[in-house]
């Protein structure tokens, strides 16, 4: 409404002036030229001098005397014509930077070139536009704006490839060669731009061959410009979230981006990590396609050792700063670093599983420090945590204490979980790589399983039982992650025994209770087993307790606190009388 009103003003202001220099002459006016809502009482005889194309409307016209002339559709409208029309009568006006593309537009239409008319106003803009608008980068870019509203005749003209070229050459020339400070305020100008002409200057200059780093300080600039409440505001105070996905806002949102995410240098690492997040959250909140989101997250996933919580907290969550995004993209981004990791340690022949980079220890202590920033949102789920959490190979933790304090956070911001959810969620970490101090606060967790509070305590006793220094421990966790499970093993089979022993006992002192009639039916049943001698002897309980007690050698295994013990001097030739003994 205003800018109706700001118009009409100006164009009431347009029509005194032109009553002022048509009404001083003494002849009165013969014909009036109607454009748009304004009308404009002029000579003949004036306009027809200079413009052919009125001057074809009056020789074919129907009528006797054409008194009306409709020229709504001449490129700029009112305030054009009248400085052509004044250009017509000799009247002086100013050619600028900011008309002279309108000129040249009306006096194409209007016909008023040098054939009819010498010094015609078609060569005058267009010595205008070669000598003085198109000079300078700033003139080139004031003049490529104004013909967003001439189209499709400022493109046919030429005017906007011309704009597109000086400006793309000169804005080489001043990245190279800053003429001021700041270097880039050449960008600030650029911004000003349609995104459809702004395409055209970014593509241009990447066929000149810019770098990569030009072109992105452009894209970043314009950005910032025309997606300001998406991009630049990381308080999530900036995007109003009353308005709908359908409404005119969100869907010129959305447009922009896309055609944003398009013009991106094709060299992955030109755009700087935090803009790409940005983007990337800025693509989720609109709902982009895919297309455009998947190209953001494959660009992030490159360059993901450099990325920091706060990024990836950008990626995470909503504008309002309280829910969560789904984090879908989050783990691609991730899923798509660990791919390329992998590809380069085969292309190495190495084993990803063994060794993996410094970027990929740097990537795994800042997912673990992001989990545990988004342990506390009670929207995530048990699946989502772990799926993000498993993404990292074990071999890219050397300690799980970054981990563990994630998991701790989210039993605590969970605590409606069961026994069996909370082992899930555990079950991420490996207790056995946690530093001293970690463990000691393990132990003392009434949050965790109880199994896993049973690994901790077992590792510290395992520790000084050994006498093997932690860190020697620490970096062999698979063969000290084996011996656990063999002592735990063998600990079982030890119970197992002690059991058998003491029903041994028992039974033997319920036989020396009975007394002699006991052992008469031993022996009776001792007997009969043993008729007919060449038939297979069945086992009694005796022998089968001799037969575990076998089984269960612990210097077979060769445990810690056997490894020492010698055999030697032991006499295989006789046979050692057995003797059961409970201690």
């Known amino acids: ?27 009165p006016s013969d014909v009036m030229v109607e454009v748009g809502e304004a009308n404009f009482s002029l000579h003949k005889f004036m306009l027809v001098a200079k413009s052919n194309h009125i001057r074809k409307l009056v020789l074919e016209s129907t009528e006797p005397d054409l008194t009306r002339i409709n020229l709504s559709d001449i490129p700029g409208g009112p305030e054009t014509f009248e400085k052509a029309a004044k250009f017509c009568y000799g009247v002086n006006f100013e050619i600028t930077v900011q008309n002279v593309a309108a000129l040249r537009c009306a006096a194409e239409y209007l016909e008023m070139t040098d054939k009819y008319c010498d010094n ?43 704009c597109v070229d000086v400006a793309t050459s000169k804005a080489s020339i001043e990245a190279s060669f800053p003429s001021r400070t700041p270097t880039n305020w050449w960008t600030e100008e650029l911004a000003i731009l349609d995104i459809e002409f702004f395409g055209r200057f970014i593509t241009a200059m990447k066929l000149r061959g810019a770098k990569s780093l030009i072109v992105a300080s452009a894209i970043i600039t314009y950005a910032e410009k025309w997606l300001r409440d998406l991009v630049r505001d990381h308080s999530g105070t900036g995007a109003n979230s009353a308005f709908s996905d359908d409404s005119d806002l969100r869907i010129r949102q959305r447009e922009l981006l896309e055609a944003i995410v398009s013009l991106l240098p094709s060299e992955k690492a030109a755009l700087p990590i935090n803009f790409l997040c940005c983007l990337l959250r800025s693509a989720t909140f609109v709902k982009a396609s895919s297309a455009c989101k998947t190209e953001l997250e494959k660009r992030i996933s490159v360059i993901l050792e450099h990325v920091t919580v706060d990024d990836l907290l950008v ?55 992001y989990l545990g920033e988004i ?43 069961d026994e069996i959810e909370r082992e899930k969620v555990c079950s991420v970490m490996d207790a056995l790589k946690l530093s001293y101090e970690a463990r000691v606060h393990a132990s003392q967790n009434k949050r965790l399983p109880v199994q896993i509070v049973l690994h901790a305590l077992y590792y510290d006793q395992l520790k000084l039982r050994s006498g093997v220094d932690e860190n020697d421990m620490m970096q062999d966790a698979v063969t000290t992650r084996s011996q656990v499970q063999q002592d735990v093993s063998l600990a079982r089979e030890n119970e197992s025994l002690r059991t058998e022993l003491l029903r041994m006992k028992m039974y033997i002192t319920d036989l020396q209770k009975s007394g002699p009639a006991a052992k008469g039916s031993l022996g009776s049943a001792t007997t009969s087993s ?44 006789k046979p050692r009388r057995r003797r059961f003994s409970i201690s």
């Open 120 to 162: 015609n106003l078609t060569g005058r803009t267009e010595d205008f536009l070669t000598q003085v608008a198109l000079s300078s980068l700033s003139g080139a870019i004031v003049v490529l704006k104004s013909c967003e509203e001439l189209l499709p005749i400022s493109e046919d003209l030429k005017i906007v490839q011309r």
């Open 315 to 369: 990626l995470s969550f909503t504008y309002d700063g309280e829910r969560l995004f789904d984090l879908e993209s989050v783990r691609k981004i991730i899923s798509g670093f660990v791919e390329k990791e992998k590809s380069v340690a085969v292309f190495n022949a190495g084993d990803f599983r063994e060794v993996c980079s410094a970027a990929m220890v740097r990537v795994a202590k800042t997912v673990d420090a």
């Open 530 to 573: 043993g008729k007919g001698g060449g038939g297979p002897r069945k086992g009694t309980f005796f022998s089968s307790v001799s037969k575990k007690l076998g089984k269960l050698n612990p210097f077979k295994q060769g445990s810690k606190d056997t490894s020492n013990i010698m055999d030697e001097g032991v006499d295989i030739t």
């Open 375 to 417: 342990a506390p949102c009670v929207d995530l789920s048990i699946s989502k945590f772990n799926g993000i959490a498993n993404l990292v190979p074990k071999g890219a933790r050397k300690v799980d204490d970054d981990l563990y304090r994630a998991v701790d956070i989210y039993l605590k911001a969970h605590p409606n979980l």
């Open 1 to 27: 409404m205003a800018s109706s009103v700001k118009g009409n003003s100006r164009l009431s202001i347009a029509m005194e002036r032109t009553g002022q220099w048509i009404f001083s002459q003494e002849i």
